[in-house]
């Protein structure tokens, strides 16, 4: 039920009549904070100048402990209404799909047309984080020696992904020969 007062205080301080006061106090239970927000969404009164806010009860209602809970609760939930507990059960999710895709991709090291290991992508990823200066130089020095590196699977699969891979390799193959022909060149000659 609204008071008379409550629609005073609302038409004074939005600067609107008794009918659009009372109404949009009905809207809100006599909510009159409520009111002037709904208000300002619809564009029907001006947000304040500066920042400010507008607060429709007294510093002592504030602090009983129902405008605490409700304070709390306002508080508790992020710009577009999600909870702390729901953002981190999206972030859950989220890894838990990451995860899965991981698992259902593979990373295969093949030497001579044979495939020597097969492992998931999501153990790669967990060995290149973990342990980057060991594993990285490991699959550089495979390169030199023959090795190839493959993805398989139904996201990672992908024939870009593999010919990036195969040109990796075959630079590196290139560069093996070059390093061994400028040696074996400048054997020749000393010879």
């Known amino acids: 039920m609204v008071t008379l007062d409550q629609v005073e205080k609302l038409r004074q301080r939005a600067n609107i009549s008794y009918d659009e006061a009372k109404a949009a ?5 006599g909510d009159i904070l409520e009111a002037i927000i709904n208000l300002e969404k619809q564009n029907r009164i ?4 500066g920042g400010g806010y507008y607060n429709s009860r007294s510093s002592e209602e504030n602090r009983g402990s129902n405008g605490f809970d409700k304070k709390a609760k306002k508080e508790s939930k992020g710009d577009n209404g999600t ?9 859950f999710k989220w890894c838990g799909k990451v995860i899965s895709k991981g698992n259902r991709n593979h990373f295969e090291i093949i030497k001579d047309g044979n495939n020597i290991m097969t492992i998931p992508v999501t153990v790669l990823v967990v060995l290149v984080v ?3 200066w060991v594993i990285i130089p490991i699959i550089i020095l495979g ?6 590196y493959m993805f398989s699977g139904p996201d990672l699969g992908k024939e870009n992904v593999n010919r990036a891979m195969d040109s990796v390799a075959d630079a590196a193959e290139n560069l093996k020969k070059e390093v061994k022909g400028e040696k074996s060149n400048g054997e020749n000659s000393d010879s």
Not at 46 to 49: I, L, Q, S
Not at 143 to 148: A, E, N, T
């Open 130 to 132: 973990f342990m980057f």
């Open 46 to 49: 001006k947000v304040p100048e």
């Open 25 to 29: 106090l009905e809207e809100t239970n």
């Open 143 to 148: 390169l030199f020696f023959g090795y190839r």
């Open 83 to 91: 909870s702390f507990g729901e953002l981190v059960g999206r972030f």
